[in-house]
């Protein structure tokens, strides 16, 4: 069973091999046993299993709070805005999932993007088809990694992102499952196309 997730795999082993470098040469460290808690927190890898495998069913990316929806009439598209905040940084997954099963996979830098007075962000946006793709937006030292995959299955994970803002572009026609201020969870249903 794998515990940890890709991009934290090497940096839990060095934390390892250093505790027990560090309680052989000298004694047990409680600051560095901790580090080495608060790590396998960070880095630990959730099981989240889709329940419903309809092809209309779309999921959510990453364990997150819903602060924002937004209707964009001239593109005819649905923005739903995610929040990942620092609070629940040891409580939930921190693992990108992909949210619909896709075969083209397609991972762009957005640098530069504003989306907070106080910062601006190097976005990436991951695009599952033509109609339906997430912004990923970093906070300051966010953690964000995409792991290089041209094709997934629903729910699947795809990489890793810490804390920031996280917009799903849904098409016009889908029926949102989740509302402003609902918690959600990983791999839960969060809109289903074309109802």
């Known amino acids: ?16 091999i250093i505790f027990i470098l560090f309680t052989w040469i000298f004694s047990f460290s409680c600051l560095l046993f901790v580090v080495l808690v608060f790590l396998h927190l960070f880095y630990k890898r959730v099981e989240r299993e889709i329940t419903d495998d309809d092809i209309n069913n779309i999921v959510s990316p990453i364990d997150a709070k819903v602060i924002e929806i937004n209707i964009d009439e001239e593109n005819q598209k649905i923005i739903l805005t995610l929040d990942k905040t620092y609070c629940g940084l040891f409580l939930n997954s921190s693992e990108i999932r992909s949210v619909i099963k896709s075969d083209n996979i397609q991972t762009q830098a957005i640098n530069g993007l504003k989306y907070n007075d106080n910062f601006y962000s190097n976005a990436t946006k991951i695009t599952f088809n033509e109609e339906i793709s997430c912004i990923f937006k970093p906070a300051k030292y966010c953690i964000k990694s995409i792991y290089n995959t041209n094709k997934a299955l629903k729910g699947q994970r ?4 810490s804390v920031g803002l996280i917009d799903i572009i849904l098409p016009y026609n889908s029926t949102l499952l989740v509302g402003v201020g609902d918690k959600i969870l990983a791999n839960s249903n969060i809109a289903r196309i074309g109802e």
Do not use: D, P, S, T
């Open 1 to 16: 069973m794998n515990l940890i997730a890709n991009c934290g795999k090497r940096i839990v082993l060095v934390a390892w």
């Open 158 to 161: 795809i990489g890793f992102f």
